[in-house]
């Protein structure tokens, strides 16, 4: 039966400094490091090997999947790389410590930014230095100013019912090393998370989740790959 495997990249250098990151690119911690091979030791120990990747265009996810698959000795599987699956875009908030913002704008309203369902953060502007208009990755893309995970979710799920979906379907086991929110997108729409709850939900960095499929493409409850 097809299976799902979904990895939160491992820790970045601005998750350790509580920094917010959205689109902006940002590498490993040595923790981060030791969390993807720590993943992908976990998957070859349950023997839950990975057929076809997908993973975001940022370092963090994709240096994520690559420590993992090496670990699990599958580095040689076909490999996707998509914009529709980088973090959710923090808009104005990128950068900025999550500490001082919420001193500066009081919990509630950082809470607010952070977790609503609908309720993006301020537009980042276009003189910020996290403009990403000259980024060539981002070549011929409408990059975001901001995202709610609502937006996100409309942009993760039309690729995974177009791209990923379709490889899961021929049987495979698919690996996503994604991100926070571009997980919690895939996670609400096949855990059918309601809006309100998903605000709770919170995916640890390197640790492997899995959704087993049955045979009507139908996804069961997840569970974490240390748990099985």
Known sequence: MPK???????????????????????DL??????????????LREKAVLPTFAFTSLQTRAIRTLHLALEAAGR??????????????????????D?????????DDQVKIWRRSFDIPPPELEAASEYDLASDPRYAGIAIPNTESLKLTIERVLPYWESTILPVLARGETVIIAAHGNSLR?????????????????????????????????????????KDA
């Open 185 to 225: 997108a895939l996670a609400k729409h096949l855990s059918a998370i309601s809006d309100a709850d998903i605000t709770d939900l919170e995916i640890p960095t390197g640790q492997p989740i899995i959704y087993d499929f049955d045979e009507t493409m139908q996804p069961r409850e997840r569970y974490y790959l």
């Open 98 to 106: 999550k500490a001082e913002t919420a001193a500066k704008h009081g």
């Open 75 to 96: 580095l040689w599987i076909p490999e996707v790389k998509d914009w529709r699956l980088n973090e959710r875009h923090y808009g104005g908030l990128t950068g900025l």
């Open 29 to 42: 911690t040595e923790k981060g490091v030791a969390e993807a091979v720590a993943a992908g030791h976990l």
């Open 4 to 26: 799902l495997i979904l990895v939160r990249h491992g820790q970045s250098q601005w998750n350790l400094e509580n920094r917010f990151t959205g689109w902006w690119d940002v």
